[in-house]
């Protein structure tokens, strides 16, 4: 939108990330960070309206330059992480039912190129799609509940 609120890793921000429409088995989500949330990220349900508005909002204790990629799976807000040109992590979650943080996901992501611009979750074929450098990979994304957060 203005490329005040990008994702980013290490000293390098992705331009004009500032909102991230993820979608999930409920429906569409918007993912950004606004000036009053210090620029943590927050996250906005879209409702089905026509024209479609924002629903329900949730705010993050997760600072959002921290952050390089998120996606939405049942409901729960995913972030991942740059560790390296071959690796990033899903480092983060925060399950919208509960309003739970999990700061300790540590999912590790094998990368096919040093930076994943877009990773997004479909609900269809419970995939995970990353546009890597000009090359689209998938991932099958397997999904398990635990009653366990950390905050």
Partial sequence: YNSKGNFC??????????????????????????????????LSKVEETEPPKLGKTWHTSVYKRSVTNTFMACGILYATRYIDANVDEVFYSFDTMTGMENFKVGIIINKVSSNIFSLNYSPLD??????????????????????????
């Fill in 9 to 42: 890793h290490l000293e390098d921000c992705y331009v004009y990330t500032d909102l991230d429409l993820a979608t999930d088995e409920s429906g569409v989500w918007v993912v950004y960070t606004t000036t009053q949330a210090l620029g943590n990220l927050v």
């Fill in 126 to 151: 419970q995939m995970l799609y990353a546009f890597c450098d000009a090359k689209m990979v998938s991932y099958k994304a397997l999904f398990g509940y635990s009653d366990h957060y950390f905050s």
